[in-house]
């Protein structure tokens, strides 16, 4: 037990800095983003379960064998509050972080998806009082105004894709297709589903360098996915240029401001969603 608890932890302090640290611009990770992203899920995923069973396992470790005699023992403790043979007010504490920090995290998560849906349903009863549908293209609407804006508004039952009369003026069918399939790529695939749970792993560990930098590299993961997806109906220049004018935006508020789905891209980051389709 205690050898699987050193174990565990070692494997939570590699996936907690060195790890995360080494994946942020990775070129393998730009070139196939599904495999980007992948990794980043398996890091958060195993690097949370190790730091709750370190501690499951260390406090368990002085009454119990392996692990179905401490399953007996919390079980006990729980069902007849008898404390297991040989515990200890170390052990008590252990298991004890472990129940708060796996509460910790599932609270977090609950609040995070709480405030997104709150944010979605109001920026969507702004949207309807904005804009209009439009005949041509179902669950699009569009918004009166010359600034060249275009992202999605993801939910559970209905899903809004939103474009300016101004982006259509400027853009070639071409490029105006690319757009559409973008946006429609993060509907389709949900990737408002991925951004909220690594949304609520920085929320709920913010000192940690994993939680801080996930973030955003999966946000810009998430891009290159959906420009994958789109490059499957346009060529890569037409996708080039309507990055280009898009990310010029205009008048309106920044995306960032609107949905609480994906942030704003950094120049940095256009500029490496540019650089693979050269």
Partial sequence: MVAAAIALGLV??????PVPALLPGAPWAYRRPTLGLLVWQLVALI???SMIGSLVLLGAATFAADLPDAANGMWRFVTHNELPEGSSVWSLLLLSGALFLAAHLLLNLLVTVVYAERERARHAQLITLLSEPMADRPGTRLIDTRAP???????ALRSITVLTAGLIEILDEDELLAVVEHERAHVRLRHDIVLILFTAWKVSLPWLPTARNASREVALLLEMHADDQALAHVGRGS???AITIVSEG???PQRSELSAALPESTPKELRARLLRLA
Avoid: E, N, Q
């Fill in 239 to 241: 996708l080039a240029r």
């Fill in 12 to 17: 939570a302090i590699l996936l907690a800095w």
């Fill in 250 to 252: 205009g008048s309106l």
């Fill in 47 to 49: 690097g949370g379960t």
């Fill in 149 to 155: 804006v275009a992202y999605c508004l993801p939910g």
